[in-house]
């Protein structure tokens, strides 16, 4: 499966969890406004290879000092 543009944009540090290997798509970015999808329960949850984990990782460290 593959995501949208804008939910791409709307990705969040919150939104990948490395201990399970998992990205939850909960939010939209559209026309210079982040927010939620709606309903609330239509939030996906993607697998995250862990090769690609590895890639996400180090942005994460440098981004958190």
Request: charged share 25%; with cysteine; hydrophobic share 35%.
């Amino acid at each position: 499966t593959g995501v949208r543009a804008g939910e791409l944009l709307g990705l969040r540090w919150k939104n990948f969890d490395f201990m399970h290997m998992r990205i939850t798509i909960s939010n939209s970015f559209s026309r210079c406004r982040l927010g939620s999808r709606q309903p609330v329960s239509s939030a996906d949850t993607l697998s995250m290879s862990e090769e690609r984990s590895h890639v996400l990782v180090r942005p994460q460290v440098h981004c958190s000092r």
